[in-house]
């Protein structure tokens, strides 16, 4: 394994080409998706996890702690601690599962890619929607997971998914397949990986085929290293117009999706926003 030790020295994994997050990647993404002051908050987030706010390297058990610290104040600041957790999380299980492969050469349309899901700015009417609609809900769980395992066996999946993107990693909230993977364990993949945030940018369906054929994606280390094939998925859209993630379905061989498979996401991916407005409503009506 070719990494640093995972203390005060954090590096990059060499087969994913991932930067272990850092405290100043946290504290950027509070100055994207808070209203609060980043100073004090970050003092208040670094108070509650019981770490330094001026250490210049945190290590990831720091992290961890500043990540659920954020979860726990609710509101925007749990959006980016969410996020951040996944990015902290997916560091921590490819590294725990080691490779010596070098990562792919550079590649003009992959680093295109990154540059664009890396440098979205987070719209605070959809921040807005996502924290009144509160997706991450633990009560929600098994019904979204219900949701991504019927998408996967309509359309004979390996992987199914319902998932949110936010700014710096997409989230699954529903997932069915592909257990004990990476992604799986760490609760998504980072932004600039992510299939799903293609879909939230264009508002519409997005297909990949074969991953391993297409130019955006043949060197994205979820293609390269990990498996994933073929990719599916269709927005979540509120009744206000904003872009939640998608309904998805991942598989490990090439796969022609037909109109009628995507019809079926946009099906089920209706149902989701249907179910997640109508439990706001129950909840203010309280």
Request: proline letters at 5%.
């Amino acid at each position: 394994m070719t990494i640093a030790p995972l203390g005060r020295s954090l590096a990059k994994l060499r087969s994913h080409g991932l930067h272990a997050p850092t405290r100043e990647d946290v504290r950027r993404a509070l100055g994207l998706g808070a209203t609060e002051d980043v100073e004090v908050l970050w003092d208040r987030v670094c108070a509650d996890a019981e770490v330094s706010a001026h250490e210049p390297v945190l290590d990831l058990d720091e992290l961890d702690r500043i990540t659920r610290a954020l979860v726990d104040m609710g509101g925007r600041p749990a959006l980016v601690g969410r996020a951040q957790a996944v990015r902290v999380a997916s560091y921590r299980e490819i590294a725990a599962r080691g490779s010596d492969a070098p990562a792919p050469g550079w590649d003009w349309a992959r680093a295109a890619m990154d540059t664009l899901l890396k440098g979205r700015t987070p719209r605070r009417e959809r921040l807005d929607e996502l924290v009144s609609l509160d997706p991450f809900a633990a009560e929600l769980r098994v019904e979204l997971n219900q949701a991504a395992a019927r998408i996967a066996q309509r359309l004979g999946t390996a992987i199914g998914g319902v998932s949110i993107v936010l700014d710096g990693a997409q989230c699954y909230v529903g997932r069915y397949g592909g257990d004990h993977s990476w992604s799986a364990d760490a609760g998504g993949t980072p932004i600039e990986w992510s299939y799903c945030a293609t879909s939230v940018r264009t508002r519409a369906p997005y297909v990949v085929p074969d991953a391993a054929a297409d130019v955006l994606h043949r060197i994205n280390p979820t293609a390269a290293r990990d498996g994933v094939r073929a990719y599916a998925g269709a927005p979540l859209i509120t009744s206000s117009g904003e872009v939640l993630g998608n309904c998805c379905v991942i598989d490990v061989v090439p796969r022609d999706f037909t109109e009628a498979d995507i019809a079926v996401l946009q099906e089920e991916a209706a149902a989701v926003v249907a179910d997640l407005e109508r439990r706001r409503a129950e909840c203010e009506r309280a």
